[in-house]
C-alpha cells in the first residue's frame, strides 16, 4: 500500500490561502482514490474532499465547497488540497487518504474506508 506526507500546513489569517501537498511513496499513486480529512481539537475527523484515481470527479463537503480544491498530479505522485478564504472553523489537523478500492460519494466520506494515512499537518486559522 501507498505511504503518504503532508505538507504545507501552518498559521494564516481569517481570508487567506494555503496550499496542502501529500506526497505518496511504495506504490503506483494513480492506483489510488485520494481524500483530505481534518480533525479539530475535541472532535471527530471528518471529510474535506476525495477524488478519484485520475482527478476526473471531485467530491467536497458543504463546509468546504466553493472554497477549498482537491487535485492531484499521478506524475509527481502528489495530492493537493488548495484552501482558499480560509475561516476559523477550518482549523484542524489535516490528514491525507488513500484507497486502492473504488469509492462512491457514500465511502468516499468514511475514514474507516481509506487504509493508508499520513500523520497529518496542522492548519490554524486567526481571527
Known amino acids: 500500500q501507498v505511504q503518504l506526507v503532508e505538507t504545507g500546513g501552518g498559521l494564516v489569517q481569517v481570508g487567506d490561502s494555503l496550499r496542502l501537498s501529500c506526497v505518496a511513496s511504495?506504490?503506483?499513486?494513480?492506483?489510488?482514490?485520494m481524500a483530505w480529512f481534518r480533525q479539530a481539537p475535541g472532535k471527530e475527523r471528518e471529510f474535506v474532499a476525495a477524488t478519484t484515481r485520475v482527478g476526473g470527479f471531485t467530491y467536497y463537503d458543504d463546509s468546504v465547497s466553493g472554497r477549498f480544491t482537491i487535485s492531484r498530479d499521478n506524475a509527481e505522485n502528489t495530492g493537493y488540497l488548495q484552501m482558499d478564504n480560509l475561516k476559523p472553523e477550518d482549523t484542524a489537523v489535516y490528514y491525507c487518504?488513500?484507497?486502492?478500492?473504488?469509492?462512491?460519494?457514500?465511502?468516499?466520506?468514511?475514514?474507516?474506508?481509506?487504509?493508508?494515512w499520513g500523520q497529518g499537518t496542522q492548519v490554524t486559522v486567526s481571527s
Open positions: 511504495g506504490d503506483a499513486f494513480s492506483g489510488y482514490y
Open positions: 487518504a488513500a484507497d486502492s478500492k473504488p469509492l462512491n460519494t457514500a465511502t468516499m466520506r468514511s475514514w474507516a474506508d481509506y487504509v493508508s
